[in-house]
């Protein structure tokens, strides 16, 4: 196990799941229910030196939430395909970032993000090493009551989509 960042948050950890909120009205009987994600752009210095775009390829992803003693818990699951472009130069990649991402809220503020398969996780400045990553394996994003970040690798690799598109 190896630790990437400790640092203070300045942005919100819910910026780390490009999930929206957007859901369908009806679950099915395990609590699953439809949500999609947005395409997105960051200005030049949010998260690239460049600015950065998503559009999103293919969607069909699926969330559920319920509680566990005091700890409510989000998952997220389902296919998610995203061309990331590079706003200046319009040079674009293809990436799956289809896996599995369960939240656990916990009483004290803190959130706990374990991510496997394939995800996303954009990294802001004042927060670690900036650049939108790409991740394949395990990884474990914990955002502090104080929100300060550790952002840990259990088994996997990353890839800075800045890095590629730069």
């Known amino acids: ?17 490009a999930v929206s909120a957007s859901t369908a009205r009806a679950a099915d009987a395990d609590g699953w229910q439809r949500t999609h994600t947005d395409p997105f ?9 460049f600015g950065l775009k998503g559009d ?33 130069t319009g040079r ?8 599995f991402i369960r939240v656990l809220h916990q009483p004290d503020g803190s959130r706990e993000f374990d991510l496997w398969g394939n995800s996303v996780a954009p990294i802001f400045p004042g927060t670690g ?18 929100k300060s970040r550790e952002y840990t690798v259990r088994q996997g690799t990353s890839e800075d989509v800045c890095k590629t598109l730069a």
């Open 92 to 99: 674009t990649i293809d990436r799956d970032v289809t896996g």
């Open 1 to 17: 196990m190896r630790k990437l960042t400790t640092c203070v948050a300045a942005a919100a950890a819910g910026a780390l799941l």
């Open 41 to 49: 752009e960051f200005a030049a210095g949010a998260l690239c030196p």
């Open 129 to 146: 090493q900036a650049g939108d990553y790409v991740t394949h394996g395990h990884f474990v994003l914990v955002v502090h009551a104080d």
């Open 56 to 88: 999103i390829l293919y969607d069909n992803e699926f969330t559920r939430s319920y509680q566990s003693g005091a700890t409510r818990i989000e998952e997220f699951t389902g296919p998610l395909g995203i061309r990331f472009g590079n706003v200046a």
